[in-house]
């Protein structure tokens, strides 16, 4: 569904995103973790179109999208959410969802029924009227999440849409991302909270540096030395291993 | 049903107020009000509801005045024809400058000024060229029939502002409605958010830009075969971009009505300054007045009075 080949965005001097390959299969919920100023939001940018990579290519759906604009990427049925939500904040959440599902109806009452088939799914029917300003963080994720869901994507990437949530709050929103993928979404998220990757994705790449340094099912890249090391630092490994013998 | 009530009674009212009120005084008002509604709401198409805030609108309104007005005076084109021109010319500015912009990403206050210096200098090339009359202006001559666009009654300005003025308000209706409106209303709220759900940024904004100096040189044209009379300082000046913005926003921005209610209470203050006193800069010092007591009290514009009112009755 998608394969990055090579792929860096260069800020000055800094390799912000550094020859990052990987591939996302369809059907996949995959993951993209990795440390603080890693990289991932960067590289979502390159692959999205918001950020014009200095190397690489990018494929999606087996067409070379490399360096298109944002619009024509989504339109093609891959969309993004942002970290840092971004409600259109004096609209409502069904003027907002709206918003996504006249990408593909120019019809009005089409695209409220859109609104409210996607905001039960995921969760947020009771709030359609509400303004989006007035939204907690939790209903602003979820806003992000359906905003994107709306406009109908083959592969959809989510920026930690689980930062800033509350335990409950991520109990609840684990289910909706299971059940969008069953609805047949590819999924590919950044995230932060590991319970969360551990039990939705079944493939997640390690990004260090800007640098994929590891690939794999979550539970082994969980004891791998060279991910610990990322995270923790030189020799961290070692010192757990130490402390485990002990 | 209940949403065509408000513009239908609106256009009944605004349809029977010459029949009924048929002094030349009260006729010239309805004029005003309406050629203010008319510029405000081009205005407030782009600033209003795309957000994009301009500073420099009377370029649209400068561009429609002096293409009718040239066309008729120089080579004697009809100025009905002429009006259908300058609303292709004002759609063409608009179109050029928001491309310019756009495509070098200039936004917010960076826009406004932008579109204030495209402003000043059609005023500064009108006055120094030839043909547009210079600093002179154009005079139109006095041939007064409705075939000339030159009405011997004032009614017939009166009904010919009025359908430009219906047209804009249905512009608007039609936005509030559409996909088109909804694109940009995404824009005004939250661009990055837009391009992520698969909006063309660009090409919405040049839309609305070439629709708004559409719009806003057809009042032009208007202005002109009204007055029969331009020149640069009056059609391209900084008081006339001021008009129409103030106009919306004492109204309401971003609203269907608010330049209709603030072209109102604008023409309100100015002619009735002027019938009552013949102190000069009186109606300046009332409107300095009006717009601090409307920014500090109703920051939303004069509408919020009328939203309120309809919330209490639903609650």
């Not at chain 1, 080949?5 to 996302?24: F, N, P, Q």
């Not at chain 1, 359906?146 to 592969?155: F, N, S």
């Not at chain 2, 917010?108 to 200098?121: D, K, M, R, V």
């Not at chain 2, 502002?161 to 804009?168: G, K, R, V």
Request: hydrophobic share 55%.
């Amino acid at each position: 569904m998608l394969e990055v080949e090579g792929l860096s965005k260069i800020y000055g001097g800094l390799r912000a995103v550094d020859r990052a390959s990987l591939r996302v299969a369809e059907g996949a919920i995959a993951g993209l973790i990795g440390p603080n100023g890693a990289g991932k939001t960067t590289l979502f940018a390159a692959i999205t179109g918001f950020a014009l990579p200095d190397e690489g290519r990018v494929r999606f759906a087996g067409v070379d999208i490399t360096g298109r604009a944002p619009h024509r990427i989504c339109a093609q049925g891959m969309v993004r959410t942002f970290q840092i939500t971004q409600p259109f904040a004096q609209l409502s959440v069904r003027e907002n969802i709206m918003v996504g599902a006249y990408l593909h109806t120019p019809d009005r009452d089409e695209a409220a029924a859109r609104a409210e088939a996607v905001a039960r799914q995921v969760g947020m029917a009771a709030l359609l009227d509400r303004t989006a300003a007035g939204l907690t963080v939790a209903g602003r994720k979820r806003l992000e999440l359906a905003r994107a869901l709306a406009t109908r994507p083959k592969l959809l990437l989510l920026d930690e849409v689980m930062a800033g949530l509350n335990p409950s709050e991520i109990d609840e929103i684990i289910p909706v991302i299971r059940g969008i993928r069953d609805a047949g979404v590819t999924v590919f998220l950044i995230e932060h909270v590991m319970r969360a990757v551990m039990s939705l994705a079944e493939n997640v790449h390690v990004l260090s540096y800007g640098k994929i340094i590891a690939e794999g099912a979550p539970r082994v890249l969980a004891a791998d030395p060279v991910v610990i090391e990322a995270y923790l630092g030189h020799g961290a490994a070692q010192r757990l291993a130490g402390a485990a013998h002990a | 049903m209940s949403a065509w009530r408000v513009p239908v009674a609106l256009l009944a009212v605004a349809l029977a107020y010459p029949l009924v009120f048929r002094t030349n005084f009260a006729i010239n008002f309805g004029v005003l009000v309406l050629f203010f509604a008319v510029i405000g709401q081009a205005w407030n198409i782009a600033g209003g509801f795309a957000g994009q805030l301009s500073f420099g609108h009377a370029v649209f309104f400068g561009t429609g005045a002096y293409c009718s007005t040239i066309l008729h005076v120089k080579l004697g084109i009809n100025p009905w024809l002429g009006l259908w021109a300058s609303a292709a010319a004002g759609a063409l500015v608009g179109a050029f400058i928001a491309a310019l912009s756009f495509r070098f990403g200039l936004k917010g206050s960076y826009f406004a000024l932008i579109t204030l210096a495209f402003a000043e200098a059609f005023r500064i090339l009108t006055n120094a060229v030839e043909f547009t009359g210079g600093g002179l202006g154009l005079l139109i001559p006095l041939k007064r029939s409705a075939a000339n666009f030159q009405f011997p009654e004032r009614i017939g300005f009166y009904y010919t502002i009025l359908a430009l003025a219906a047209l804009s308000i249905a512009i608007a209706l039609w936005l509030k409605r559409s996909r088109f409106g909804a694109r940009l209303a995404a824009i005004r709220e939250n661009e990055d958010a837009a391009r992520a759900l698969g909006i063309d940024t660009f090409r919405e904004k040049v839309k609305i830009m070439a629709l708004s100096g559409a719009l806003c040189a057809a009042g032009g044209t208007f202005y002109a075969q009204y007055f029969l009379y331009i020149d640069p300082v009056v059609v391209f000046g900084a008081d006339k971009s001021v008009e129409m913005l103030l106009v919306s926003m004492i109204g309401g921005t971003g609203t269907v009505y608010g330049p209709l209610i603030g072209a109102f209470l604008l023409t309100l203050v100015g002619e009735g300054t002027r019938a009552l006193t013949n102190a000069q800069g009186l109606s300046l010092i009332i409107y300095g007045g009006l717009l601090i007591v409307i920014i500090a009290f109703l920051p939303n514009g004069l509408i919020d009075l009328f939203k309120l009112r309809w919330g209490r009755r639903r609650a």
